[in-house]
């Protein structure tokens, strides 16, 4: 989607981010001329089904002694802790993760719940999912919430023009809660960009061969081509290749390497949500060796597969549009129990990964106490409702007071964002391209020149509020100079920009179009 | 080989009253009475055709019962119902709230009178589909709507009479239906009839009622010669029938009630010559009794009974009528139908109780109209309208009929033509014709809103109960379990593993199977917790929510 379009239509005003400074004072003329289409945001959620055990994820080196004393049999050696700095430390499986940290590129948020926190998994994931307080159930997502806004008649007419792409995707798993709207769910759920079907059809078995069978096979192939979303969403992912080398045998990379592919390949969507499942470590969280076992192993998957999407992020040049946040419906205990596992508990570190991200810790070490109850769990510092309002803020750009009205009324901002630190590699492969429309300004035809190498090539033509009036060329060419000629016909005369995007890199020349005499 | 055999290992089924309906002695059944076990699946197949739907408490009710109390239960008869009331509009100067407009006087001129009963009808229309029990009845009377249709009679009181009229014969008797149809007042309107006149004849009705009503155009074999009839017993037809008016339409006298009458002066009084095809029959004048006579002609030829139950067997079984299915199932059942005289109830019963109508390979393939898919949650889920006062109930009814039937294209009293829907005449693909990139959304966006938002209006909400209905499983605690049951009594065969663990993935996503048990015994033995409680139905939408968006719900 235009993100012009995106935004005016959710009603909401629009602070934008220009090296690192809000601009909300400015006047709005000056900032509908500073958005393009290509600051489009991605927002990558990552839930952690089961409740994930953040002590043992993030472990707060100024509390290990008392941790020793209430989880002795689970606690990682201090000395293969990875230490991270501000008295912190990560599980020794996310050395990747460790990396992203030390660029910059990632921030955590210490103990976030919520109060009079619930201890189902199914409660508490609504509640995640809702954003609604423990105390109210409320049938929509907060990301919905946000959609709908902007799409009060959603799903009725979509996909349309405006609106081409759905609005959320889930990889491997189905529809998010969190973009559930009042009258429809606004994420379209995907295992296979490139064979798009399993999930909305209820199956792929092939159908037996009775009249059944056949009828079933009918309203699958009805409900594939009906899902009109399916062609661009596969077109995207055939659009763009993945630069980095995703772990194999990691469901969660794999998910994640579609995501990087379908932003890279021009989908206009703006909620991704992944899922890594096992987090309900009641028993053998860890082996008789607590680096061993199924915690590790899930801190391994989750470290391989955030460290290479940020890495092909990077690669592919999209990593300013894209912050990824992981999530999980609760924290366990602080007292482990006796069969080298946790249970249910309260709040847990969350982490965010980008390059805008502010980076580093945001709140305390938690505190551990000398003799902690059985029931004990970490308590409360940032209400989650503040980290998703913020997110909001900052990189969708919503108003405080609509945060408010989507979330709650208490709504605290919490810096989350800051300037976009972008790695070095993402910048030196753009080539200078050589790209020349001529002449210019014109009336009637125009030649317009570049050079690509065998690569995937988009040329578009937009106007001068950002909208996309037409894509010239979408496809893979040979490497060389190539020159189209673009008829104006039918253009009215005003300023036009052409949009060239090469596999790595991006161009916009603007172009003038005179009225024909 | 034998492929419902091979279909029943493929399916893997557990059950083992399955294996003997997935096995038939014959490759092809015929009409022959079905002996073999009956089963919760032969029942739950036979309550998904023969009725609206069924909770599952009445689906294992009929497995005890067996197919003999079965059928009597089905097709017993039923009183008639108290007719549709005025249930909250205040500007019918001639229905007082709570009463019944059918009988009152009407007036086109006032504001938001039509509309007002219209959706009276149509709210009290699924109502009698909702409360109905055990009973073929309500889809009877669709079946009727659908094989003599009206539509755009703008009078609700004739659109009523009508609509009792084939309540009254639901399961009656075909000869004696038509020839009230013949003459019922929003017939006479819908084709014409009360046009019709000696002097100025209007062929319509007459046309109509040998096409599409009673014996059906075969092949055109010579010069207007449609094989059962020709053009000239058309035209005569046409004579023997005129005469026929209606009164009462919009009229606000309540002197002049909605009926019918004849008069003789606009009848043609001559003799009347039938084609060879009706073996040259003359009818002479016999004033208003001469187009049930007619009627006694036409319905003497047995192609009347095969043409109508070629209908009955696209309503209830498939839309395949193969020569060996017009041989084995259709003549014979034909048959029954003349040697009873066209009363509907023994032929269409031989049909519920045949071989033919249990054989495997017709389980499932029948893509539910959207009455049926619509009435067939609420009926299954049994959505409770007993808190609902008079105007919710109406009002709520009318909500879930615009938000579903008129955007899923089957509108009840208004079907698109005198052919009635075209899923049950038009080939080749039938049912199918209900599926379309228009259609198929909504059918997703109904079964997530039923479940969620559910129908409101009114101050009342009707909506499935999510914990209620999985109660009344038998081991709901049980994830696997639970799937299983769902699958029985959602879908009309088995499921794959892998949608199996496809929907477990939803129920339980990335947790082990005992949370579930867990999680649902917490709540079961802390019914009070409105938390917990909400915790379970909130996995159990998504589960529900899933399953019902799967095309093998569309089936039956």
């Known amino acids: ?517 | 080989m034998d492929r419902r055999a091979t279909l029943s290992k493929m399916l893997g089924r557990k059950n083992s009253d399955v294996s003997a309906a997935a096995a038939p002695s014959a490759l092809v059944s015929g009409l022959a009475p079905y002996t073999g076990p009956f089963g919760f699946d032969q029942a739950a197949h036979l309550l998904r055709r023969a009725t609206f739907g069924a909770t599952y408490q009445q689906m294992k009710d009929v497995t005890n019962m067996g197919l003999d109390v079965a059928m009597d239960e089905i097709f017993a008869a039923q009183p008639m119902p108290d007719p549709p009331v005025n249930p909250n509009f205040t500007d019918d100067p001639y229905t007082p709230i709570g009463e019944t407009w059918v009988d009152k006087a009407y007036s086109p001129n006032i504001a938001g009178l039509a509309g007002s009963r219209d959706q009276s009808l149509k709210s009290w229309t699924l109502n009698l589909i909702q409360t109905e029990g055990i009973s073929i009845q309500e889809k009877m009377v669709l079946f009727w709507h659908n094989h003599f249709p009206v539509a755009d009679i703008n009078d609700t009181r004739f659109v009523y009479k009508y609509s009792a009229l084939l309540r009254q014969f639901a399961v009656g008797n075909f000869k004696d239906l038509t020839k009230e149809i013949a003459i019922d007042p929003a017939m006479l309107r819908y084709l014409n009839g009360n046009t019709n006149t000696a002097a100025s004849p209007n062929e319509n009705f007459a046309r109509e009622l040998l096409e599409l009503f009673t014996i059906g155009k075969g092949p055109l074999v010579g010069p207007s010669d449609y094989t059962n009839y020709t053009e000239q017993d058309v035209v005569e037809m046409a004579k023997v029938l005129t005469g026929w008016r209606d009164r009462g339409f919009n009229s606000s006298n309540p002197a002049i009630p909605v009926e019918s009458y004849f008069t003789t002066a606009r009848h043609n009084q001559t003799t009347k010559q039938l084609s060879y095809r009706f073996n040259d029959i003359q009818i002479p004048n016999m004033g208003d009794q001469e187009y049930a006579h007619l009627l006694d002609i036409i319905f003497s030829k047995d192609e009347c009974a095969k043409f109508i139950c070629r209908k009955l067997y696209l309503w209830f079984i498939y839309y395949d009528i193969s020569q060996q299915v017009e041989d084995e199932v259709i003549a014979p059942m034909a048959q029954i139908l003349v040697d009873n005289d066209y009363e509907i109830r023994p032929a269409l019963e031989a049909l519920l109780r045949s071989e033919h109508f249990y054989d495997i390979l017709n389980v499932g393939p029948m893509i539910k109209n959207p009455v049926d898919f619509t009435m067939g949650v609420f009926k299954t889920f049994d959505i409770d309208f007993s808190q609902a006062n008079l105007e919710q109930l109406y009002r709520s009814l009318w909500t879930t009929f615009r938000g579903t039937l008129t955007p899923m294209q089957m509108p009840y009293y208004d079907p698109p033509s005198v052919a009635g829907w075209k899923a049950y005449y038009q080939e080749p693909v039938f049912y199918r014709h209900w599926i379309s990139s228009v259609t198929l959304p909504i059918r997703q966006t109904y079964t997530n809103r039923v479940l969620v938002q559910g129908f409101s209006n009114a101050g009342f909400t009707a909506r499935v109960d999510v914990l209620k209905f999985v109660a009344t499983l038998d081991t709901p605690e049980i994830a696997d379990d639970l799937i299983d049951e769902l699958v029985k009594i959602l879908f009309p065969q088995p499921i794959t593993q892998s949608q199996h663990d496809y929907l477990k993935g939803i129920l339980l996503p990335g947790l082990p199977d005992y949370e579930w048990n867990i999680e649902y015994g917490d709540y079961i033995n802390n019914p009070n917790d409105i938390n917990l409680a909400n915790a379970i139905k909130s996995k159990l939408t998504n589960l529900l929510s899933a399953m019902m968006s799967m095309p093998e719900f569309y089936l039956s």
């Open chain 1, 1 to 517: 989607m235009k993100r012009r379009n995106f935004i005016q239509s959710a009603g909401l005003s629009l602070p934008l981010l220009l090296n690192g400074f809000k601009l909300r004072a400015m006047p709005k003329s000056s900032i509908f001329s500073a958005i393009s289409s290509e600051n489009d945001r991605v927002l990558v959620l990552i839930q952690l089904n089961g409740g994930n055990d953040g002590l043992s994820m993030i472990t707060p080196l100024d509390q290990y002694d008392k941790l020793a004393n209430a989880r002795g049999n689970i606690l990682i050696p201090q000395g293969s802790l990875l230490d991270v700095g501000s008295n912190q430390a990560f599980h020794p499986g996310l050395a990747g993760i460790k990396s992203v940290f030390d660029e910059g590129k990632m921030a955590v948020v210490q103990a976030v719940g919520y109060p009079n926190q619930n201890r189902s998994h199914f409660r508490s994931s609504d509640i995640w999912t809702s954003g609604s307080p423990a105390t109210e159930n409320w049938t929509t997502g907060w990301l919905g919430r946000y959609f709908q806004q902007g799409q009060p008649d959603f799903p009725i007419d979509y996909p349309n023009a405006e609106y081409p792409d759905p609005f959320a995707l889930t990889l491997g798993g189905n529809v998010t809660e969190t973009c559930q709207g009042t009258a429809a769910n606004f994420s379209m759920a995907i295992n296979d960009p490139f064979n798009l079907n399993p999930l909305a059809t209820g199956g792929n078995d092939v159908p037996p061969s009775t009249p059944y069978g056949d009828e079933l096979a009918f309203l699958r192939q009805s409900i594939e081509s009906t899902n009109a979303y399916s062609d661009g969403i596969t077109e995207a992912a055939n659009s763009a290749t993945n630069m980095a080398t995703y772990p194999d045998d990691n469901n969660l990379a794999q998910q994640l390497k579609n995501v990087a592919l379908l932003i890279a390949g021009g989908l206009q969507t703006k909620v991704y949500v992944v899922n890594l499942g096992g987090f309900d470590t009641h028993a053998g969280q860890v082996a008789l060796d607590p680096t061993l076992g199924s915690y590790p192993a899930l801190m391994e998957l989750l470290s391989g597969a955030v460290s290479a999407f940020q890495q092909d992020l990077v690669l592919l040049g999209i990593e300013k549009r894209v912050m990824t946040m992981t999530f999980s419906e609760f924290g366990r205990r602080i007292r482990s129990n006796d069969s080298l596992g946790t249970d249910h508990g309260d709040a847990a570190p969350l982490m965010l990964f980008g390059s805008c991200v502010r980076p580093g810790f945001t709140g305390e070490s938690p505190e551990i106490p000398d003799n902690p109850e059985v029931q004990e769990a970490v308590a409360m510092q940032y209400d989650f409702r503040n980290v998703y309002g913020s997110i909001l803020m900052d990189w969708f750009e919503v108003e405080q007071a609509d945060v408010q009205n989507l979330l709650f009324p208490d709504f605290s901002y919490i810096p989350l964002v800051d300037g976009c630190n972008v790695s070095a590699t993402s910048q030196l492969p753009v080539p200078e391209l050589a790209f020349t429309p001529y002449p210019n300004p014109f009336s009637g035809t125009v030649n317009v020149s570049f050079q690509s190498g065998n690569e995937h090539v988009r040329l578009s033509l937009f106007d001068g509020a950002g909208q996309e009036l037409k894509v010239l060329i979408n496809k893979r060419l040979d490497a060389g100079e190539h020159t189209i000629i673009f008829d104006s016909d039918g253009l009215a005369s005003g300023s036009y920009y052409f949009h060239l995007r090469l596999e790595n890199g991006r161009q916009k020349t603007k172009l003038v179009v005179k009225a024909r005499g």
